[in-house]
């Protein structure tokens, strides 16, 4: 169970980056709009279901308005504990984990874990969180230093046995695993030299 705490934590992590670098890309589009901002963007959208796992999502040929519009499946993305893949499930299967395996944790590290349950239970609630995209950032920044504060904690006071080579192993797979994702994604096919400049 070690593994998969590790293995979710990374995911949620990783989303919540991808996640915060897209919201930024869109804001920025906004303010600064033209066609080879629109296209990278298309690029992120997509790779940010690839990333998630979340089929058919921004892919969907049938709903080509997704793309001109993203903030509803990103919310989705974000909130709805259903989707598979989604930052809600994802911790959710953290926070299953992390109980699973109770007696690895000391005091502070339960603190930390608390905290991101705190967090989980707000991101569970899109309609007090989600009013715009800026309180969403906020939430998901959040959530972002929390893991990382729980990370920190592991790494300081948990004994280097078998149970933290579990833990490690996870997280690191799922990060390796992850950025194949999102390398592929975004890098799989030739753009314009200025889309691939603002996908680096």
């Known amino acids: 169970n070690l593994f ?11 989303t919540t980056k991808y ?56 919310h989705k993305i974000v909130h709805d504990v259903q989707l598979l893949g989604s930052v809600a499930s994802s911790i959710e299967a953290f926070l ?38 800026h309180s969403m950032q906020k939430v998901l920044d959040k959530l972002h230093a929390r893991l990382f504060t729980f990370y920190g904690i592991v790494s300081d006071t948990m004994p280097r046995d078998s149970g933290y080579c579990l833990f490690e192993s996870g997280k690191l797979i799922e990060r390796v695993l992850l950025k194949i994702s999102t390398i592929r994604a975004c890098f799989s096919f030739k753009n314009e030299p200025h889309i691939e400049h603002e996908l680096i």
């Open 4 to 14: 998969w705490v590790g293995r979710y934590a990374e995911r949620t992590m990783s």
């Open 19 to 74: 996640l915060k670098l897209l919201i930024n890309a869109l804001h920025e589009s906004v303010k600064f709009g033209n066609a080879s901002k629109s296209e990278h963007i298309e690029v992120l959208l997509k790779g940010l279901t690839h990333l998630t796992l979340t089929y058919p999502g921004f892919l969907d040929e049938q709903r080509p308005e997704l793309l001109t519009n993203p903030y509803g499946e990103i």
């Open 96 to 133: 299953r984990g992390v109980i699973s395996v109770s007696d690895k944790w000391n005091h502070d590290t339960w603190r930390a874990i608390y905290a991101i349950e705190n967090t989980f239970k707000k991101i569970k609630r899109p309609d007090e969180v989600y009013s715009n995209s």
